[in-house]
């Protein structure tokens, strides 16, 4: 999907996290992530909301990178001394063992060519750095917009990306999965907030469905909130699945 001028301005309403938990994902990623000197590369930075905390977390440098120029405008004007970069994940402009780990958030799925990924990824991350993703793997009925949204996580949509097709694209790249961990984060404290966020179709499964199929769940959404039919607060439950990189540099190329 194209992140455009209306993603980026809604994206930061939809997704925002609180401050208690993206400091419960900082604490899964912090044994995998470098110290001050070091340098970690944001990719798939969106607005930036991951970027900062990984610079404040662990004194790290971070370079973000995104391929949505609208997205870079709104980090740009909320983060003005951060820097952002233009690229894809499938062709990361950056030189051999530039970083000591990559954090991906909620990218993976939305990557083209999962080969070419990994190939990006041995290039850049120097030898023994880690590759940090953080998406939904778990089974999509345990997602609480599933029952409303189903042909967002249809068998085949792209949400839907199992992480054993992204775990044997990247140990033919010769990475290793070091750690899986599931993370609790509040998605809404009620269940107005939730409906509110979910009006934003800042969620890229939302923002890929018809029209029709959106405005249909989104109503059904609002009724069951209306009844009470949610319990607050409203509870996602995400995956961190981190993998290290081979202890040497890639064929034919210097350590750095």
Same mark, same amino acid.
Request: charged share 20%; glycine share 8%.
């Given at each position: 999907?194209?992140?455009?001028? %209306?993603?980026?301005?809604?994206?930061?309403?939809?997704?925002?996290?609180?401050?208690?938990? #993206? &400091?419960?994902?900082?604490?899964?990623?912090?044994?995998? =992530?470098?110290?001050?000197?070091?340098?970690?590369?944001?990719?798939?930075?969106?607005?930036?909301?991951?970027?900062?905390?990984?610079?404040?977390?662990?004194?790290?440098?971070?370079? /973000?990178? &995104?391929?949505?120029?609208?997205?870079?405008?709104?980090?740009? $004007?909320?983060?003005?001394?951060? !820097?952002? #970069?233009?690229?894809?994940?499938?062709?990361?402009?950056?030189?051999?063992?530039?970083?000591?780990? !990559?954090?991906? $958030?909620?990218? !993976?799925?939305?990557?083209?060519?999962?080969?070419?990924?990994?190939?990006?990824?041995?290039?850049? #991350? %120097?030898?023994?750095?880690?590759?940090?993703?953080?998406?939904?793997?778990?089974?999509?009925?345990? =997602?609480?917009?599933?029952?409303?949204?189903?042909?967002?996580? /249809?068998?085949?949509? /792209?949400?839907?990306?199992?992480?054993?097709?992204?775990?044997?694209?990247?140990?033919?790249?010769?990475?290793?999965?070091?750690?899986?961990?599931? !993370?609790?984060?509040?998605?809404?404290?009620?269940?107005?907030?939730? #409906? &509110?966020?979910?009006?934003?179709? $800042?969620?890229?499964?939302?923002?890929?469905?018809?029209?029709?199929?959106?405005?249909?769940?989104? $109503?059904?959404?609002? %009724?069951?909130?209306?009844?009470?039919?949610?319990?607050?607060?409203?509870?996602?439950?995400?995956? =961190?699945?981190?993998?290290?990189?081979?202890?040497?540099?890639?064929?034919?190329?210097?350590?750095?």
């Amino acid at each position: 999907m194209t992140y455009g001028p %209306r993603m980026a301005a809604a994206y930061d309403r939809g997704r925002s996290l609180r401050p208690h938990d #993206v &400091e419960k994902w900082m604490a899964a990623a912090g044994p995998y =992530l470098p110290r001050a000197g070091g340098r970690i590369l944001d990719l798939g930075a969106g607005t930036g909301r991951f970027s900062e905390a990984l610079a404040r977390f662990c004194g790290a440098s971070v370079v /973000a990178c &995104e391929p949505s120029a609208a997205m870079r405008a709104t980090f740009h $004007s909320t983060f003005p001394r951060a !820097v952002v #970069v233009g690229g894809a994940a499938e062709a990361m402009p950056f030189v051999t063992g530039a970083f000591d780990a !990559v954090w991906a $958030s909620q990218v !993976v799925h939305h990557v083209r060519d999962l080969p070419a990924f990994a190939t990006g990824l041995r290039h850049v #991350v %120097r030898p023994s750095g880690h590759l940090l993703i953080r998406g939904a793997f778990g089974p999509v009925q345990d =997602l609480v917009l599933y029952g409303y949204f189903p042909l967002a996580w /249809a068998e085949g949509a /792209a949400a839907r990306l199992p992480l054993e097709r992204v775990t044997s694209v990247l140990h033919d790249a010769d990475f290793a999965m070091v750690d899986h961990v599931r !993370v609790e984060q509040i998605f809404a404290e009620d269940a107005g907030e939730l #409906v &509110e966020k979910v009006r934003t179709r $800042s969620l890229s499964p939302l923002a890929d469905l018809p029209d029709q199929a959106f405005e249909e769940g989104l $109503s059904a959404l609002r %009724r069951d909130a209306d009844r009470g039919r949610f319990a607050a607060p409203i509870v996602d439950r995400l995956d =961190l699945v981190v993998f290290r990189a081979p202890p040497q540099p890639p064929p034919g190329q210097g350590p750095f």
